[in-house]
C-alpha cells in the first residue's frame, strides 16, 4: 500500500443534516430506519434480496432461489426467474402511466421533445422489430454509437426487448476503439446514428463507424443507422440501413423475450491496469434489482419527480440511471445533447429551470469547471424545483461541494456523494439523503444490503479510524459484474484474486473515519480518473508506441483543478531527442494520434521527451519517481539505483 495517493485525502468534518422538510418526506426518514434495513440485511442477506426482487421486478417466471455460491467467485442471483428488462422499464407502467412523460429530451439548439410511456413503447417495439428483420436475435452482441438523445436509450431498450445483449461505446472514443470493442465481443451488427451534435460541431460517428469497420469488424452484418444530425453520410448497399426505413410499416407492438435471470443484459468496456479494455458483463436481474433499489433509497425517487442525471449512456452511470434504473422506477427522466457551456455556463441551470429538474446528479469535474465560471449564471436562474443533488465518478473537494451545496441547492438540498463502478452496476456507498447526515467530500455510508469493508494486506478488517486500506466488498449482490466478457482468468484475477476468492477488490484505497464514514482515497492500481472518466495509464503508452516515432513511453498522472487528474506522458523517441519547434510539433502530433487512437479522453496534457525512462536494475519503470516529477514535487525516492541519475534532470525539464 505504500503507493497510494495519500494526498487526496480530504479533511472538511463538519456534518450536514438534511433539512426537516426533506427529512419528513424521504423515502427513508431517519437513520434509525436506515440503520433496521442494513441490520435486516446482515441478519439475512439472501431473504433481504429476494423480498425486494419479489416484490420490484415484474416477473414472468418468478424464481424459487436467490444465490448460488456454488461455482465462486462467479455468483448467480434469481437463477431459476425469467423476466425481460424492457418489459419492467416499459409495459409495466403502461396501465396506469401511459400518457405519463418518461423522457423529456432537449437537443443543444433549443429543439426539445416530450415522450410519454407509450410513444416510448412504440418506440422500442418498432426498432425491436427491426433488429429481428434483420436477423437479430437474443444472445448476439450488439454495438450502440450513438449520440445523447432518446434513440441512444431506445436503441438499447430495443436490444433489452429481444434479449440482445448490447455494448455501448461513448461516441468520443475513436474508430479504433469503437473496432476493438466490436471485435472483441464478435458483434453482429452497429447501431448508430449519421451524427450528434456537441459545442456547435457534427460528431460524425457514422464516418467514424465505417471507419471501424474498414479496418476490420468481420462479424459485423449490419449498421442501423438512425437520422440525427442530418449531415451527408456513406451507406452502404447491403450492410448500412436508416433505420426509419425499416422500422415503416412493422408492427407497433413486439413481444418481450422473456430471458433467464442471468442473461447478460450488457457488455461496458472500461479500463484496467493492462493496455486492454475489459468487457465488463452484467445481467438482467440482480442488475435491475440494485438499480430500481438505490433510485429508491440514494435518489429517493417519487411519483412526480423530474430527474436528470447529466452522464452518456456511454457510460456506467447513463446505463443505470438514464436508460434503465429511471425507467424501471416509472420516473421522468431528462436527456440533453450537448455541452454544459453552449450557449453559455448557464445552460444546466436553464434546464434545471425550465425543465423543473428536481433531482440532478453530476461529476464533480462539471461542478468544478461550472463553479469556476462564478455565480452569476446560476443565480440568472429559478432553481426552486431542486430538492436532492448527486455526484459521482471521483471525489469532490469540499470547496465545490459547499458551493454545490450552496449556490446551486440553496442549503436546501442533501447532496448524495455516489461510490460505485461500472463494475458493481449500481450505488454501492452513498448517504440515504433522509437519514444520513453528509459530510463533504466523503461518500458516507454502505447501502442496505451491501457488505463494505475496509482491509490490510492481509485482508483483516481495519477498525482504527482514518488508517487507509483496501476497499472491498465481502459478500455478493446482485448487481455485482458476472464476469470479464472472453476472460474468465482476468475476472478472477483482476477482482478476486488478492485475497483468495474471499473478497471483491474495488481498486480504490480508503479510509474510514471515527463515525464509520468512508472516505475514498485514489486507485491501487495504474488506472486514471480523468474528469470522472477511468483511464488505464497502459491504454495510453500502448497508443502512444504505436506512433511511428516513438520507442517507449511512460503515462502518469498529476492532480488537475478541474478534470480531477490531468494525463502527464513521458516519451522516447527514434533518435535524438526533439527540443524547440520539432518538439513542439511532435507533442501536437502525439496528442493528436491518442485521439486518433483512443480519443480526445485520453489525449495528454503534458508531453516531455527524454533519453531515458527511469528503470530499476531489474528493468522496471519508476513510476513513483514520475509521478512526483510530474506534479512538480521535491525528489525524495531513493535514485540511486538508477542507472544514469542525470536523466533526473532531463526528466524534471531541466535541460
Ligand atoms: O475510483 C473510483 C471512482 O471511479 C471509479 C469507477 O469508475 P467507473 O467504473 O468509470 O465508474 C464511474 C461511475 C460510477 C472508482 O473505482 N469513483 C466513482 N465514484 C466515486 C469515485 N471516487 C470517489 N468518490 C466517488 N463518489
Given at each position: 500500500m505504500s503507493?497510494?495517493k ?5 479533511t472538511?468534518?463538519?456534518l450536514f443534516p438534511?433539512?426537516?422538510d426533506?427529512?419528513q418526506?424521504?423515502?427513508i426518514?431517519?437513520?434509525?430506519d ?6 435486516e ?6 431473504g433481504?434480496?429476494?423480498k425486494?426482487?419479489h416484490t420490484?421486478?415484474?416477473w414472468s417466471k418468478?424464481?424459487?432461489?436467490t444465490?448460488d ?10 437463477t431459476d426467474?425469467?423476466l425481460?428488462v ?6 409495466r407502467h ?5 400518457d405519463?412523460?418518461a423522457?423529456i429530451f ?11 410511456f407509450?410513444?416510448?413503447?412504440k ?5 425491436a422489430n427491426a433488429?429481428k428483420?434483420k436477423?437479430i436475435?437474443k444472445g448476439?452482441r450488439?454495438v ?13 431498450q ?5 434479449g440482445?445483449?448490447h455494448s ?10 469503437l473496432?476493438?470493442?466490436?471485435e472483441?465481443?464478435t458483434c453482429?451488427?452497429v ?6 451534435t456537441?459545442?456547435g460541431?457534427?460528431i460524425k460517428?457514422?464516418?467514424a ?5 474498414a479496418?476490420g469488424?468481420a462479424s ?6 438512425f ?7 456513406a451507406?452502404?448497399d447491403?450492410?448500412?440501413a436508416?433505420v426509419h426505413?425499416?422500422t415503416a410499416?412493422?408492427?407497433?407492438e413486439?413481444e418481450?423475450?422473456w430471458?433467464?435471470?442471468?442473461h447478460p ?7 484496467g491496469?493492462?493496455g ?8 438482467s436481474a440482480?442488475?435491475l434489482i440494485n438499480?430500481i ?7 429517493d ?5 423530474i430527474?436528470?442525471?447529466t452522464?452518456?449512456v456511454?457510460?456506467?452511470t447513463?446505463?443505470?440511471y438514464?436508460?434503465?434504473g429511471?425507467?424501471?422506477n416509472?420516473?421522468?427522466?431528462v ?7 453552449v450557449?453559455?455556463a448557464g445552460?444546466f ?13 453530476t ?13 452569476d449564471?446560476p443565480n440568472r436562474?429559478?432553481?426552486s424545483?431542486?430538492?436532492?443533488l448527486?455526484?459521482v465518478g471521483?471525489?469532490?473537494?469540499p470547496e ?7 449556490v ?7 447532496i448524495?456523494d455516489?461510490w460505485?463502478?461500472?463494475e458493481?452496476g449500481?450505488h ?6 433522509g437519514?444520513?447526515d ?12 451491501i457488505?463494505?469493508?475496509v482491509?490490510d ?12 486500506g483496501y476497499l472491498?466488498i465481502?459478500k ?11 476472460d474468465?482468468q482476468?475476472y478472477v484475477d483482476?477482482y ?9 477488490v474495488a ?5 474510514r473515519d471515527?463515525d ?7 486507485r491501487i492500481?495504474d488506472v486514471?480518473n480523468?474528469s470522472?472518466?477511468?483511464l ?11 506512433h511511428?516515432r516513438?520507442?517507449e513511453?511512460a503515462?502518469?498522472g498529476?492532480?488537475?483543478d478541474?478534470?480531477g487528474?490531468?494525463i ?5 523517441i527514434?533518435g535524438?531527442?526533439?527540443t524547440g ?5 511532435l ?6 494520434w491518442v485521439t486518433k487512437?483512443?480519443g480526445a479522453?485520453a ?5 516531455r521527451f527524454t ?8 528493468g522496471?519503470?519508476m513510476?513513483r519517481?514520475?509521478r512526483?516529477?510530474a506534479?512538480?514535487?521535491e525528489i ?7 542507472e544514469n541519475e ?10
Amino acid at each position: 500500500m505504500s503507493d497510494h495517493k495519500i494526498e487526496s485525502i480530504l479533511t472538511e468534518d463538519r456534518l450536514f443534516p438534511p433539512s426537516d422538510d426533506f427529512r419528513q418526506h424521504a423515502n427513508i426518514k431517519s437513520r434509525a430506519d436506515y440503520d433496521k434495513l442494513r441490520t435486516e440485511a446482515e441478519q439475512d442477506h439472501e431473504g433481504f434480496w429476494a423480498k425486494l426482487a419479489h416484490t420490484e421486478i415484474s416477473w414472468s417466471k418468478d424464481f424459487t432461489k436467490t444465490l448460488d455460491e456454488s461455482k465462486a467467485p462467479h455468483y448467480s442471483w434469481f437463477t431459476d426467474g425469467e423476466l425481460n428488462v424492457s418489459y419492467n422499464c416499459i409495459d409495466r407502467h403502461l396501465e396506469k402511466n401511459g400518457d405519463k412523460i418518461a423522457i423529456i429530451f432537449e437537443g443543444e439548439k433549443g429543439d426539445t421533445r416530450n415522450i410519454t410511456f407509450k410513444e416510448l413503447h412504440k418506440e422500442v417495439c418498432l426498432f425491436a422489430n427491426a433488429l429481428k428483420a434483420k436477423g437479430i436475435k437474443k444472445g448476439d452482441r450488439i454495438v450502440i454509437y450513438m449520440p445523447m438523445t432518446p434513440e441512444a436509450v431506445i436503441a438499447m431498450q430495443g436490444c433489452a426487448r429481444i434479449g440482445a445483449i448490447h455494448s455501448v461505446v461513448f461516441g468520443g472514443f475513436s474508430a479504433e476503439s469503437l473496432k476493438d470493442r466490436i471485435e472483441d465481443a464478435t458483434c453482429k451488427a452497429v447501431i448508430t446514428a449519421d451524427g450528434g451534435t456537441r459545442g456547435g460541431k457534427v460528431i460524425k460517428l457514422k464516418a467514424a463507424c465505417d471507419e471501424a469497420l474498414a479496418k476490420g469488424c468481420a462479424s459485423i452484418e449490419t449498421v442501423f443507422v438512425f437520422k440525427r444530425a442530418g449531415n451527408n453520410v456513406a451507406m452502404k448497399d447491403g450492410r448500412d440501413a436508416w433505420v426509419h426505413d425499416l422500422t415503416a410499416g412493422l408492427s407497433e407492438e413486439c413481444e418481450p423475450e422473456w430471458v433467464n435471470a442471468e442473461h447478460p443484459l450488457f457488455l461496458l468496456y472500461t479500463s484496467g491496469s493492462t493496455g486492454k479494455p475489459k468487457g465488463i458483463q452484467h445481467s438482467s436481474a440482480g442488475y435491475l434489482i440494485n438499480c430500481i433499489m438505490t433510485m429508491k433509497w440514494v435518489f429517493d425517487i417519487k411519483e412526480d419527480d423530474i430527474f436528470w442525471c447529466t452522464a452518456d449512456v456511454g457510460w456506467i452511470t447513463g446505463h443505470s440511471y438514464v436508460a434503465y434504473g429511471p425507467l424501471a422506477n416509472g420516473t421522468t427522466t431528462v436527456i440533453y445533447e450537448g455541452a454544459p457551456t453552449v450557449p453559455d455556463a448557464g445552460r444546466f441551470w436553464d434546464l434545471v429551470e425550465r425543465h423543473k429538474i428536481s433531482i440532478f446528479y453530476t461529476a464533480p469535474t462539471a461542478i468544478r469547471a461550472l463553479m469556476r465560471l462564478g455565480e452569476d449564471f446560476p443565480n440568472r436562474h429559478d432553481l426552486s424545483s431542486l430538492r436532492l443533488l448527486g455526484t459521482v465518478g471521483e471525489p469532490i473537494n469540499p470547496e465545490a461541494w459547499i458551493w454545490y451545496n450552496k449556490v446551486i441547492g440553496k442549503e436546501k438540498c442533501p447532496i448524495v456523494d455516489t461510490w460505485w463502478q461500472t463494475e458493481t452496476g449500481a450505488h454501492i456507498i452513498s448517504p440515504v439523503p433522509g437519514a444520513i447526515d453528509t459530510k463533504p467530500g466523503s461518500c458516507t455510508l454502505p447501502l442496505p444490503g451491501i457488505a463494505v469493508d475496509v482491509v490490510d494486506e492481509a485482508g483483516e478488517s481495519i477498525t482504527e479510524p482514518d488508517r487507509g486500506g483496501y476497499l472491498v466488498i465481502s459478500k455478493p449482490w446482485p448487481s455485482m459484474l458476472r464476469t470479464i466478457w472472453g476472460d474468465e482468468q482476468r475476472y478472477v484475477d483482476t477482482y478476486w484474486g488478492k485475497f483468495n476468492n474471499r473478497l471483491y477488490v474495488a481498486g480504490d484505497s480508503c479510509r474510514r473515519d471515527k463515525d464509520g464514514y468512508f472516505w475514498i482515497m485514489g486507485r491501487i492500481d495504474d488506472v486514471l480518473n480523468v474528469s470522472g472518466h477511468r483511464l488505464g495509464t497502459m491504454e495510453v503508452e500502448s497508443a502512444l508506441v504505436a506512433h511511428e516515432r516513438v520507442v517507449e513511453s511512460a503515462v502518469v498522472g498529476r492532480p488537475d483543478d478541474i478534470k480531477g487528474e490531468a494525463i502527464f506522458a513521458f516519451v522516447v523517441i527514434k533518435g535524438e531527442r526533439p527540443t524547440g519547434a520539432d518538439a513542439d510539433a511532435l507533442v501536437a502530433d502525439l496528442r493528436k494520434w491518442v485521439t486518433k487512437e483512443i480519443g480526445a479522453i485520453a489525449k495528454p496534457d503534458d508531453i516531455r521527451f527524454t533519453d531515458n525512462l527511469p528503470k530499476t536494475r531489474s528493468g522496471k519503470i519508476m513510476r513513483r519517481l514520475l509521478r512526483s516529477i510530474a506534479r512538480g514535487e521535491e525528489i525524495t525516492q531513493d535514485i540511486s539505483t538508477l542507472e544514469n541519475e542525470e536523466i533526473v534532470k532531463q526528466l524534471q525539464g531541466k535541460f
